[in-house]
Structures are given as C-alpha cells and as structure tokens.
C-alpha cells in the first residue's frame, strides 16, 4: 500500500527529511552510540563517520551511556504487540536484556520510514515483525560488533577473544567485562561494519521465548498516553454531527439552546457537519443535543441494505476482471454432470474501536500541531497541510499509542475535520466523537457478494473451481496504483491463493461501489474470501458425504504446512469425538484452514444452539505455523483477541440502512462479544524456521467459517450470510 497524492513537495525527498531528522533525534537523546540502518534492505551506517553519503536510513538505534537502547522506527503500537515483539529482534543480537530496550515513534516520513512490504510509512497488513525481522536483527549485530571492537582495541586485544553477553563486553582469556555505556562514545566514531553473520538460531536466548509486553505496565498504572489523554495548555472540546445520509450538506443552524448550557463556547459550521465547542466534553454534547439543525441530505436520501442489495446482485451479473485463470474452470463446470453451487453475503462491518475517534489540532500562522494516534502518519501531515496552507513539514504530527487501530485509523477524515474546526479558532482543539457518531459515520468494510461454483468427480472431489467476487474497491481509493486490470488485489486475497489442489481454477472481480465509504476491516482481504472460500469446502464435503476434515486433509496434499496445522488442530480438538449436545439445544464442531499474511492456520469451533437459535462458541482450538515466534506469548494473545473479534463479527457484525441512515449506533445494537460469553480458546504454535507470517489479523478471517461451519455441524443449517445470529433468526 502506496498513499503519497501528487501534492508531495520536493522537499520530503527521500534523504532530506531522514538526514535532518536523525540530527535532531541525535540531540534528543544526548551521548551514545547512534546507529542508522535501513529496514528496507541491509544497508547501515554512522552519520557523518564511514556512512555512505547516498544512504538513506529508516530506523535508528541509540544507546545510551546508561546501557539502554532506543529504537525509532516507523511502526505505532495498538495492541499487537510491536513495541515488545521489535526491541527483542535488536535485543537478541545486542546482547542486552529486552528490558533495556525501548521503542519511539518515528516523526512522519513516508520515503524515508517507509515500510518494506507496503511502500509507505504505515502501520496495518499484519507487516511490523514481518518486515522488520532481518533488518532489526542485522542493526542490533553492527552495534554489538562495533562496541567489542572498542573494548577489544582498549585491552588491545583481537575482537574473536571477546563477546558480548547481557549489555556487557567480556574478553574471554581473562573474564574481563566493560558495559556498553561506558564504549558508545569511542564507538560512535567507528564506521559501522558492512557486513554481519546473525546468530544461528539455536542459540537464541530472547527470540522464541515468552516476554511480558514492554508497554503493560504502563497502560495498567494509566500512565501511557493515547491520543484521547492529550492535554495542551489553553484546550477546548469539540464534539460533532455529521449528515446523517452520507453525501448530505449542513444548511442551517440554530443554536439558540445551546447558548444556555454553562460551558458552551461556540458553533463550528463545516460544509457536511457540525461542531459545538465547549469547556469539556459534557458540554459540548449537551450542546450539540440542543442545536436545531437542518440537512439537505442529498441524492443519497433513499439509500437503504435493500436498495444496496439489490444493486450489488445486479451488479454481479457482469463478467469480472480475472484475477486467477488456471485449466479451464468455466468450461469443465459448465460440462460437469455433478456440480454445486452457491451464493455468499457478507455485510458492511464497523471498526468500534474501544478508543473513540479522536485528534487535537492547533492551527497557527506559522505552523499546525496535531496530536493523534495514526496508522498512517505521513498522510494526517499531508491532508493538514493541504487543508492549511501550510507548507508540509510545518504540520508536526505528536503521533500516540491507539486504542485499537483494525484499519479505521488508517483513514485520516477525522484528522482532516479536526483541522477544518481548528481552522476556525485561535486556541487548541480536541475534537471527540461519540459512539454513536463513530458507528453512524465510520469507513465500513465493504458489502460482499459472491457466486461460487465447483464441478465435481465421481469421488466428490472438486475438479473445476469458480469465485466470482463483487464488492467496493478498497484499494482504488486508497493506493489506485495497486489495482491491475481491474483487479483489486484486496479484494481478492484468499480466494487467488487456494492451498486445495483443484486443477482448475477461475476467479474474477466485479466492482461495485455503494453511495459511502468503505475501508480495510482487520483481516482485509482474507475476512471476507476466507469465509466463504472455507464454507464452500464445508459444503462439499458435505455434498461428498465426508468428514470436514478428511475431505480437507485429501485436497491439501501439495500444501504440506496448512495440511499439518489442519492435523495437529484435529488431534488437539479430538475431533473425531462427538460433542455432548446439551439439555435444550445442539451442538457441533467446525473446521476451517487459512493461509494468509505469510501464516497458515486451522482453527476447531465447538458450539451450542439452543431451542431459540442462539449460538454460543464454547470453545477453539487454533494452531498457528507463523515461522519463527518471535514471542509466542504475543502470538497467543493475538490469535485469542482476532479470534474474539472475529467470533463478534460472524455472530453480530452488520450495518443496515435505512433513509440514507445507519441503523445502528452503539453497541445496544451494534452488538459485541461480552466477557462472560467469551469461549475458551487453546493455541497451539507448530516450530517452524520460515520466516515470521503476520499474526495480528490472520486468527480474525480463520474463525468465522469455523463457526459457521460449527453451526451447520450442529443444526444442518448453512449459513451463506452473515451474520450468523440473524440468519438463524429470520430463516
């Protein structure tokens, strides 16, 4: 993913900012051994002293005459994980303890911060250990050698006498030892090594082990700062309404009652919304209750899920941009004497993150400050200095920790409102959704409709398979250069890639965009292509009459690591043993296989139904090849968070329209998995020398099949649209 508009000045030139930054993060952090590298490729280098002058860094490492060690880079953290999982990549090679290591957001640079896998400085894909896990390993080894070669030339010794053991030179011979602290001067002066040999595997000591997340007693003891705890002296709060039909205009507004409330400041009209300013946030929503406002609510007035619908049908009449042609998938289904097909929904999806949306802006003559956790921070500069005037790097981004990112924070239309209302005033702004405006006014992950078909053999195996996918394009508003033929790779990730050995293959894509905005929803791709893809193989099995996963097991053999997590998920599930039903209802087991994100999975659900139709997911097993485990205690947390998530989505997850509205507005009816309904979950990691799969998105796409697999174990029900609870319901 690419995001850079065509306004870029030239002087965000990759090298200018980088140099100019790391000069300033230089004086920041005072004495030390400052290390540039690129996480890009192998490159590395020590400003001013041996670096080559044509290098362009996108991390540093700085350690301190304290002996600790500060990385800036370009990720943030939301939950995943990142500020744990990275400092143990420069840790293992340091040689220091990880406690010692600390991570800090990099000031916006989308050239010089860029992301190695997605082209931008962005945070999301499942990417931060993916790309970083070479990289991060290669810098903390330049560092080590360069601080023994110092302590080697003080004992004037040879550097093969020494190694580096827990933040410490010793020399072998003699047992000598030297902290780092006391070498990072001298080593500062040294150039830095072109090349480096990593530390076999075996002998890791951090990476692979548990390690408690670095950030955790922070965010127990409420010290950490998200981006809604900013303070800045002189701030006001804002909270805002927006049309309630997207595409509406604001035409007028009467605030008469508003001006009663104590602690109301002012009214902030802007082309599609409106903000009240007050004192706190309780006055400025008292507030904005009290404003009478009139909408035109534009052409989108009559929107609704069934106009949508219907639309989005017809839509998928169309042929398709082919985006996978393998043999003759049409030809041999259309000839084919046993076949079995079937149509798929999926709904628009909120983000609901537990942080409201939220961004402080002051907007001066001679500059613009904003303070917000953002995935995308090169982008919230961009827009604001389009919406200012001012020139690019007079926008300074104060980027924070985000209470939950699942790609809604990869969009930037709350900063750029924010700025608009700060425009308006001479003092500092923090603008605040509520709830209801958040789910009212989100970036929905996109309607999906699919046709899928397969021709089958005497022994139900499938011989032909046919995906036809319509649905928004993400990838068209957000990185056009990505879309190939038609083709939005987004859109299709997980239904391309099929691990089941099918010799025809035939998959294509039919845009087609609703009257609002649509967004990445964690898992992208994958949440949507995964369920239906994982459903399908669930039906055929069933068609075939054979057990889920023998039927899978049979049609994995040219993919032996999806074929082995599918084992050990089977054994570790004692799948083969029937669940008890209970007193008043039913139960079932499903399976479903992923890969994505560089991860392969297979989760088992257990459910209940009860005489009413509800479900209850009771338990899951999950055993994750992800290559090497960089921290298996964040792997786990993070299959068990995406699984909960993916779980509330499948269930519940749905936005409906009427009148141009969105139905729902908090979690009332908006609904989420509560704590006393969360299912035990069991991880298995299966040992692995790849390199590290993404783990922060991939136990999201892999459950929601899995349950709705479960369900039709359970009920004989097949659910082919989400969600899963109204499903039941209403059929």
């Known amino acids: 993913m690419h995001m850079l508009p065509e306004t870029q000045t030239a002087d965000t030139a990759r090298g200018d900012v980088s140099r100019r930054d790391f000069l300033k993060l230089s004086s920041g952090l005072g004495i030390g051994l400052l290390l540039e590298f690129s996480l890009l490729g192998t490159a590395c280098s020590k400003l001013g002293i041996g670096g080559k002058q044509e290098f362009t860094p996108n991390a540093f490492i700085h350690i301190d005459q304290d002996g600790v060690v500060t990385i800036v880079a370009h990720k943030v953290e939301m939950g995943q994980g990142t500020y744990t999982s990275m400092p143990m990549l420069i840790a293992e090679e340091l040689e220091v303890d990880v406690s010692k290591v600390k991570l800090q957001h990099a000031p916006p640079d989308d050239k010089a911060y860029g992301d190695a896998l997605l082209g931008a400085q962005i945070t999301g894909g499942s990417t931060s250990v993916r790309g970083a896990w070479k990289p991060l390993r290669e810098a903390g080894a330049r560092a080590r050698m360069m601080l023994i070669q110092v302590a080697a030339d003080e004992w004037k010794v040879r550097p093969e006498t020494c190694y580096a053991e827990n933040g410490e030179v010793v020399h072998q011979p003699t047992g000598r030892r030297v902290p780092y602290g006391d070498l990072v001067e001298k080593a500062s002066r040294l150039p830095a090594p072109s090349a480096v040999t990593l530390k076999d595997p075996k002998d890791f000591k951090i990476i692979g082990k548990p390690v408690h997340r670095l950030d955790a007693p922070s ?247 046919q995906h036809h996918i319509t649905g928004s394009s993400i990838m068209a508003r957000f990185f056009p250069a990505a879309v190939k033929d038609g083709v939005d790779p987004d859109a299709v990730e997980g239904a391309t890639d099929l691990q089941y050995a099918v010799p025809n293959v035939y998959v294509d894509y039919v845009r087609h965009e609703p009257p609002l905005p649509t967004a990445f929803w964690r898992g992208v791709g994958p949440t949507h292509n995964i369920f239906v893809v994982e459903s399908f193989i669930d039906e055929l099995a069933a068609k075939a009459g054979k057990d889920p996963v023998e039927y899978r097991l049979a049609l994995l053999k040219n993919a032996p690591r999806a074929k082995a997590v599918l084992e050990l998920a089977a054994e570790k599930a004692n799948w083969s043993t029937p669940l008890a039903a209970p007193a008043k209802g039913k139960a079932g087991k499903g399976v479903s296989v992923l890969f994505a994100f560089g991860t392969y999975i297979a989760q088992v659900v257990e459910v209940e139904v009860d005489a009413d139709q509800q479900v209850r997911v009771k338990k899951v097993v999950c055993v994750v090849d992800c290559g090497y485990t960089v921290n298996p205690d964040t792997v786990r947390a993070q299959m068990e968070g995406g699984i909960m998530f993916g779980i509330t989505g499948a269930l519940w997850g749905e936005i409906n329209f009427e009148q141009g509205r969105v139905q729902e507005s908090n979690f009332h009816n908006y609904r989420m998995m509560r704590m006393n309904e969360a299912p035990v979950v069991e991880v298995h990691l299966v040992p692995s020398q790849e390199n590290p799969g993404g783990i922060g998105e991939p136990g999201t796409s892999a459950v929601m099949p899995a349950v709705a697999n479960a369900v039709f174990a359970a009920t004989g029900k097949r659910v082919r649209k989400l969600p899963i609870a109204k499903a039941l319901t209403t059929t």
């Not at 998938?329 to 076949?339: E, L, M, R």
């Not at 929905?444 to 005497?458: G, V």
Request: proline letters at 4%; aromatic letters at 6%.
């Open 219 to 465: 965010k127990v003891n409420g010290t950490a700062e998200f981006g809604i705890d900013v303070k800045v002296p002189d701030m006001k709060i804002a909270t805002v309404s927006a049309s309630p039909v997207f595409g509406g205009k604001l035409v007028s507004v009467d605030d008469s009652e508003a001006k009663k409330i104590q602690g109301f400041q002012q009214v902030i009209k802007l082309d599609n919304a409106v903000a009240v300013i007050a004192d706190h946030m309780w006055a400025a929503k008292q507030s904005l209750a009290a404003l009478k406002i009139t909408w035109d609510e534009g052409e989108h007035a009559g929107f609704s899920s069934a106009s949508l619908r219907e639309d989005i049908a017809k839509a998928s009449e169309a042929k398709g941009a082919v985006a996978k042609n393998t043999g003759n998938a049409p030809g041999v289904i259309a000839s084919a004497d046993k076949k079995l097909e079937a149509v798929y929904e999926l709904p628009f999806l909120a983000h609901a993150t537990m942080e409201p949306i939220n961004c402080t802006v002051h907007v001066q003559d001679d500059g613009c400050d904003i303070w917000v956790g953002t995935q995308v921070p090169v982008v919230a500069q961009m827009v604001a200095a389009q919406l200012t005037g001012l020139a690019q790097d007079k926008v300074r981004i104060h980027n924070h920790l985000l209470g939950g990112g699942f790609g809604r924070r990869l969009e930037v239309d709350s900063v750029a409102q924010a700025v608009s209302i700060a425009k308006q005033v001479n003092f500092p702004v923090k603008v605040v959704w509520t709830r209801e405006e958040d789910i009212q006014h989100d970036m929905y992950r996109p309607y999906y409709y699919d046709h899928i078909s397969a021709a089958i053999d005497e022994h139900g195996n499938p011989q032909a398979w």
